[in-house]
């Protein structure tokens, strides 16, 4: 079968194809398609916008062109009832058995896509059927999809003639099927072709994982059927409408009972013996002798009783219909991320900003039961499930874009990676609030910190590995007279209000409250118990219903909505409205901001049901959508973005959960099992990009994304509200649940519990510790090419933070902790030391395998997954090593338990830098990885390589030297832009899409050492070996500041020292690192905070990097060791001396030059050194971390004086 990663690879390539790609990334898509269509993936043709069909190959086949006038006109040459009828007879035939009638009628009328149909001829390999079946629905010009599916149903065939050795009927597929696809790649053709050669085609590495026939179909199958989904032709086709049994006879009967009626001399018992004319009870006339009762006559069997009919149009739960719908919401929302099904993503081919306009007015909102799977009717008991594609698992479908895989290891191919197992369903502990829960929200980073809202206004921060409440504000109006008179008015006679929602901001530095009063609170977060007031605000007139945070123009903002039937936007940092939108007619009850790709927008709901959407331009609302029940509604999207859910109870009690097909404005999927009479609103949560949560009836309930049937329910052991408040934590470990008794329950899976054992029990030197939050921390890259998510805390403000292992064995990260205070005598300060490895026994390292001619190791990488490591050595080779994942490995990932595989392609060939006419030793190395992990850029003193990571070939090169480039980072928002700083001090901000320098920064004087975006301050941070730091604008690229470090001293510093920058996962302080010291600063003003200057004994620093939490600092020095800082205070907590991982050798001088952190596992780093090894560094399993904390007590002023007087050896 084929590997889920390769499946992967070619999908994300293939898709990625669009207006907002990079040159690059078209060369890698255009090489990777060449190479990779032998993985049998669907995806190995793309259209996309720039790339037409060419016109020989147009002219070849049927040029029909579907465009949306074309698709208006198709469906409205018969009339709605007239279409309505095909239904109607497709029911009457499915009913009576003539199935080849039944699919002949779909196909010539293309009405209805039988998806069911479809799978059983696909799995047969009726392929000549197969193509007829679709030409009623699509031709292979149509669009990328329909080319894309008929692409893959020949190349199986092909593929299956080859596997049964029968050459004459592949060259006869090849010729006739596959040829006309040549003019679009002939690359591509030539590559299909050479397979004929193979004796087995299995020898192509890239078919080497290719099964047998049946597996082979089925995984085509999956990514056919989310083609199809996609592919806007058949829209409005896949769904059967929902009918009643015989509905076709049951009109029949009606229709002859209304003739009965009017018989001048009705008989009791007419004798109906055709349809072809009318019924009369006449003697003249042949349809109108006696007979058997109607009532036993086989055709009309269940007549009605002789009453008033309703007309025609008036049956069945469909209004006739409409013809296709304008283009929808999602018409100019763009694609969504292509995670979930990344071969057929959503959306329009050829989207660009200027059809912002073509929006959804007033689409109507389908029957709950609407769903239906072939001719399923209402009366049926039967209610398939909708069957989830297979051969990719979850792990890898929900894998964000730059963590995409790139086949580094083979993965699980079961249908499902989760189960019931997997929800937190365990009552693990009861938090007591005093007042009545309204609102909770854990912290987006640190896991087990729960913010909550009550009804009397109070505001509580719990720490539930302590069961501590960390911090508490009472409901109190900051600047009183600063208010509106009726503010005042309110407040004098009731100094009261009640939380309405509580928000943590997406980096968890801020948190937002909404009141039931006029006002909104904005918190600054500093770790801790650390809570600042930031703003108070007077948003609404009446209650403030909900809060939201959005990044409308990449400024942080605050939308909120309110009783005065109005949304409002507000800078999160000065509090000035930006925009205000009106529209609604009732109060507004939710919002819900959201973008797709670089469209940004926010869907509001009110208590009247309507739910509208906003683009931040003041126009109005864009759509106009009515809840299901014309409920007060809440609406979330799952974790990756692309699944839209809502949930609400109307003012009849009646609740309705349902998933929305964003490109219809439709119910896409009604889930069932909400109570009839709920009492208050539901609320609802999701996680996992898998389950819904909602309280209802006293109790959690639990669906699958992907089945409207309940999964699970809990009571929590009793003591719930009747529809109680609940929250998921990030991870979806831990369910926060309020109570009938003003208390929270908190939930847990297994892994909730290990981790709140693991936090109860942790302790430094004390049995009584506080917990921190888990931290699950987002992918980093190398100096300068950070492009990790904000992190909870501030460098210099939070409590210090360490990484630990659970006790499952998973590597979590936890920070660290305040002591409690105790009447314990013992002096925690005195009893503190400093932690030094001395002994291979004392940590886990390994040291990669390599065959390869060793050269010193200049730059080193983790992947974005973190499976594979790369290197680049001093002769401009690199080397990559994978993981593969395996029952020592489960999760695949990098490890100094296991050794890697020393990777290369087939070929042989190796990823070598051109080195122009200069000695490789003399440059200055430098690359950058690609956030998919599917390219590298890379320079070694001559031109810029752009290296496919799959086959190691050279896409392309350009920006020869002089000047050499000397350090390479990716622009955070905008793959297309790329700062590459040179030897000649200059960083030229280079355009690779139109393939031009788009302007040159100037302002160091020697060359260019580091580089680092951040995207929340929108500034570029460079650094030179001239030891200065500058500040450039990412807008205009005008210099902001600069900033010359502080050389300690007497240290003197080398002439052309490197100095590196790193931002901290906040994207405001960074770390310097020059060989003499490490200094952390304050962006954009590069206000030094914090200095750590090593003892002289160790020798110069070599590099250091942040971990992946950005919670410690990994430096090495020259004299082979290695030191763990606590980043919040530059602390030294850990020496690892090189005895304890390179082996014994006193005329060899080793030591490492570069390091690189994991992004995935906070305690693990990597190592490259002089004599070209790599080395994999972790602690003990039994300790999990490096080294424990110096008491807050102990630590002083960091100075630098301070700090060197700390890193003394111990004595």
């Not at 147009?58 to 074309?70: E, I």
């Not at 609030?433 to 206004?457: C, E, N, R, Y």
């Not at 703003?535 to 942080?556: M, R, T, W």
């Amino acid at each position: 079968m084929y590997t889920t990663s390769n499946y992967f690879v070619c999908s994300y390539f293939c898709l990625s194809l669009s207006s907002s790609q990079s040159v690059e990334e078209q060369e890698v898509e255009r090489e990777t398609t060449n190479t990779l269509l032998l993985l049998c993936v669907p995806l190995s043709l793309s259209l996309s916008p720039e790339r037409k069909v060419p016109k020989p190959y147009r002219s070849g086949l049927n040029t029909h062109k579907a465009s949306d006038k074309d698709l208006l006109i198709s469906s409205c040459q018969m009339s709605s009832l007239s279409r309505e009828l095909v239904f109607l007879i497709l029911q009457f035939l499915d009913e009576e058995k003539f199935k080849d009638a039944v699919h002949k009628l779909e196909q010539e009328s293309g009405f209805y896509f039988n998806m069911r149909h479809f799978e059983e001829m696909v799995t047969n390999g009726e392929w000549d059927e197969v193509e007829k079946y679709l030409s009623g629905f699509t031709k292979v010009d149509d669009n990328r999809y329909s080319m894309k599916i008929f692409f893959e149903i020949r190349k199986q065939k092909y593929l299956e003639a080859l596997d049964k050795k029968d050459r004459a009927k592949a060259v006869d597929i090849l010729v006739k099927d596959l040829k006309v696809f040549s003019a679009f790649n002939e690359d591509l053709f030539k590559e299909i072709t050479q397979l004929l050669t193979l004796e087995n085609f299995r020898d192509n590495e890239q078919l080497s994982k290719y099964g047998d026939t049946k597996s082979a179909r089925g995984v085509m199958l999956a990514e056919l059927k989310k083609l199809i989904e996609a592919n806007p032709l058949f829209r409005d086709k896949l769904n059967f409408p929902t009918l009643r049994n015989s509905r076709l006879r049951t009109l029949i009967n009606q229709s002859l009972n209304w003739q009965h009626q009017l018989c001048k001399n009705p008989k009791p018992n007419p004798d109906i013996k055709t349809l072809f004319i009318d019924h009369s009870c006449g003697q003249s006339q042949p349809n109108g002798a006696r007979a058997p009762s109607p009532v036993t006559n086989a055709l009309m069997g269940g007549l009605p009783k002789p009453a008033g009919f309703p007309p025609l149009g008036a049956h069945g739960p469909f209004q006739p219909a409409q013809g296709p719908l304008p283009t929808s919401l999602t018409g100019w929302m763009s694609n969504p991320a292509p995670v979930a099904h990344a071969s057929a993503s959503a959306g329009p081919i050829g989207f660009n900003s200027s059809n912002n306009a073509a929006l959804l007015k007033r689409p109507r909102t389908p029957p709950s039961n609407s769903a239906a799977i072939d001719y399923q009717t209402a009366d049926s008991e039967h209610v398939l499930k909708r069957s989830r594609p297979f051969g990719l698992s979850d792990d890898v479908n929900n894998l964000p874009v730059n963590i995409l895989p790139v086949g580094y290891t083979s993965q699980n191919h079961g249908q499902s990676s989760f189960s019931t197992d997997d929800l937190p369903k365990a009552v693990v502990m009861t938090l007591s609030q005093g007042s009545a829960v309204k609102s909770m929200d854990f912290h987006p980073l640190q896991q087990i910190l729960l913010l909550v809202g009550t009804a009397t206004g109070d505001v509580i921060l719990w720490e539930l590995g302590t069961r501590e409440k960390l911090a508490q504000r009472n409901f109190k109006v900051w600047e009183l007279k600063s208010c509106s008179m009726p503010l005042q008015a309110s407040l004098a006679n009731d100094y009261t209000a009640s939380v309405n929602r509580v928000i943590w901001s997406p980096d968890g530095t801020l948190f937002g409250v909404a009141y039931s009063k006029h006002i909104i609170h904005l918190y600054a977060y500093h770790g801790g118990d650390n809570l600042q007031d930031k703003l108070e605000i007077e948003a609404h007139v009446g209650s403030v219903n909900d809060i939201a945070f959005c990044f409308p123009n990449k400024q942080l903002c605050i939308v909120t909505c309110g009783e005065d039937r109005l949304i409002k936007v507000w800078d999160a940092n000065t509090g000035a409205k930006q925009y205000a939108f009106e529209g609604h007619e009732a109060a507004v009850y939710s919002v819900c901001p959201h973008y797709k790709e670089n469209i940004q927008f926010i869907f509001s709901t009110a208590t009247d049901g309507k739910i509208k959407a906003w683009l931040y331009d003041n126009v109005g609302s864009r759509v106009d959508y009515d809840a299901p029940g014309h409920s007060s509604t809440a609406l979330a999207y799952s974790a990756d973005g692309t699944r839209l859910f809502s949930c609400g109870t109307n003012k009849e009690g009646d609740s309705y959960i349902v998933e929305w097909n964003e490109s219809e404005g439709a119910v896409k999927r009604t889930y069932i099992g909400l109570g009839k009479r709920s009492v208050g609103v539901v609320q609802f949560d999701t996680t996992k990009n898998r389950f819904l949560a909602a309280g209802d009836e006293n109790m959690v309930k639990f669906w699958d994304m992907d089945s409207v049937n309940l999964l699970t329910t809990t009571d929590a052991e009793g003591g719930l509200q009747a529809s109680p408040c609940v929250r998921f934590n990030k991870e979806g470990i831990l369910l926060a649940v309020s109570t009938n008794d003003n208390g929270i329950k908190i939930l847990a899976n297994t892994d909730g519990i290990r981790l709140l054992r693991t936090v109860e029990s942790r302790s430094f030197d004390s049995p009584k510790i506080g917990a921190g939050a888990m931290v699950k921390p987002p992918s980093m890259g190398t100096f300068g090419a950070s492009n990790a998510t904000v992190a909870a805390n501030l460098v210099d403000r939070v409590a210090p933070m360490a990484s630990m292992v659970a006790l499952n064995g998973d590597n979590r990260n936890l920070p660290d902790v305040k002591p409690r205070i105790t009447d314990e005598s013992i002096d925690k300060s005195r009893a503190w030391k400093l932690i030094e490895i001395n002994e291979p026994s004392q940590c886990r390292s390994l040291r990669l395998p390599d065959n390869i001619s060793a050269m010193r190791v200049s730059r080193l990488i983790y992947t974005n997954s973190g499976v594979a490591i790369l290197a680049l050595a001093a002769n401009a080779v690199h080397k990559l090593w994978k993981w593969q994942r395996n029952e020592r490995n489960t999760s695949g990932k990098a490890t100094a338990s296991i050794a890697p595989q020393l990777w290369q392609p087939t070929s042989g060939i190796l990823m070598t830098n051109d080195i122009s006419d200069r000695n490789p030793e003399d440059a200055v190395p430098c690359f950058a990885l690609s956030k998919n992990d599917s390219y590298v850029m890379s320079a070694s003193g001559g031109k810029i390589s752009l290296f496919n990571m799959m086959t190691f070939k050279t896409m392309t090169t350009f920006m020869p030297p002089p000047p050499a480039a000397s350090f390479l980072a990716f622009h955070p928002q905008d793959n297309n832009i790329i700062a590459i700083g040179m030897e000649d001090s200059s960083i030229q901000i280079y355009n690779v899409r139109v393939d031009e320098v788009k302007t040159k920064l100037k302002g160091h004087h020697k060359r260019i050492t580091g580089l680092a975006f951040s995207n929340v301050l929108n500034v570029l941070i460079s650094s030179g070996a001239d030891s200065q730091l500058c500040v450039w604008s990412t807008d205009g690229w005008e210099k902001q500041t600069s900033r010359q470090l502080q050389i300690p001293a007497g240290r003197a510093a080398a002439p052309l020292a490197d100095t590196r920058v790193q931002f901290h996962q906040d994207q405001t302080h960074l770390i310097a690192v020059h060989e003499t010291q490490i200094a952390i600063y304050e962006a954009p003003k590069l206000e030094c905070l914090k200095q750590w200057v090593p003892r002289e004994a160790s020798g110069p620093i070599t590099h250091a990097t942040y971990s992946c939490d950005s919670q410690s600092i990994y430096v090495s020095f020259e004299d082979g060791s290695v030191g763990v800082l606590t980043a919040t205070s530059l602390r030294l907590r850990c020496r690892i001396n090189p005895a304890s991982y390179l082996p014994a050798n006193p005329s060899l001088r080793v030591y490492p030059l570069v390091i690189a952190a994991h992004p995935s596992e906070p305690t693990q780093f990597a190592l490259g050194l002089t004599d070209g090894g790599v080395y994999i560094l972790e602690p003990l399993e039994s300790e999990g971390k490096w080294g424990t904390l110096p008491p807050e007590n102990n630590a002083g002023p960091s100075t630098a004086s301070v700090a060197a007087n700390l890193d003394q050896p111990q004595r």
